[in-house]
T-cell receptor, first 110, second 116 residues
């Protein structure tokens, strides 16, 4: 089992739709969680950190479920510019390693 | 403030040549990472530096790969006798660390290496 698993997609959604991605992790000692977006042929860029209480940034909402060991990302009112690959990243407590998921590809269609 | 910078942005080389890639982390970030990303693939961890501690080189794929960092500043990744399978984007990232807490990583734009 991979340490961090994501549905590779692609998720094809119309503009204005709401879309949700899940990411599961296997190490219960995971401490810090992040969502990054990566555009084609570009570097990953931090979208948001994921806090235990959940957090929201505009149209984006991230949730953490420690009991079930997954994090989620919800995108409301999808824009064409949201088309990208979304990477789930996990850091294990007491280590410096960041474990990257392979990413979920989103295509927002006009 | 300035982000992570990398140079060159693109490098085309012939098989068997050596290449050197450079990374300038964000000022004040003690942790620095190198990753490799092949076309259509995920990020592959190569090496980690933290302050003046010994680096974690466990991700380097062969002894042709080496990296250095002086203190908490610039890092260079060197690939000797390049092979075609080394063709990839090499990404550098830096982050703050405080005790056992690891903060967000910030990535440079990468160096796209093509070995002919």
């Amino acid at each position: 089992r991979k340490e961090v698993e994501q549905d590779p997609g692609p998720f094809n959604v119309p503009e204005g739709a709401t879309v949700a991605f899940n990411c599961t992790y296997s190490n219960s000692a995971s401490q810090s969680f992040f969502w990054y977006r990566q555009d084609c042929r570009k570097e990953p860029k931090l979208l948001m950190s994921v806090y235990s209480s959940g957090n929201e940034d505009g149209r984006f909402t991230a949730q953490l479920n420690r009991a079930s060991q997954y994090i989620s990302l919800l995108i409301r009112d999808s824009k064409l510019s949201d088309s990208a690959t979304y990477l789930c990243v996990v850091n294990i407590a007491g280590t410096y390693k960041y474990i990257f998921g392979t990413g979920t590809r989103l295509k927002v269609l006009a | 403030g300035a982000g992570v910078s990398q140079s060159p942005s693109n490098k085309v080389t012939e098989k068997g040549k050596d290449v050197e890639l450079r990374c300038d982390p964000i000022s004040g970030h003690t942790a620095l990472y190198w990753y490799r990303q092949r076309l259509g693939q995920g990020l592959e961890f190569l090496i980690y530096f933290q302050g003046n501690s010994a680096p974690d080189k466990s991700g380097l794929p062969s002894d042709r790969f080496s990296a250095e960092r002086t203190g908490e500043s610039v890092s260079t990744l060197t690939i000797q006798r390049t092979q075609q399978e080394d063709s990839a984007v090499y990404l550098c990232a830096s982050s703050r660390q405080s005790g056992t807490i690891n903060y967000e990583q910030f990535f440079g734009p990468g160096t796209r290496l093509t070995v002919l």
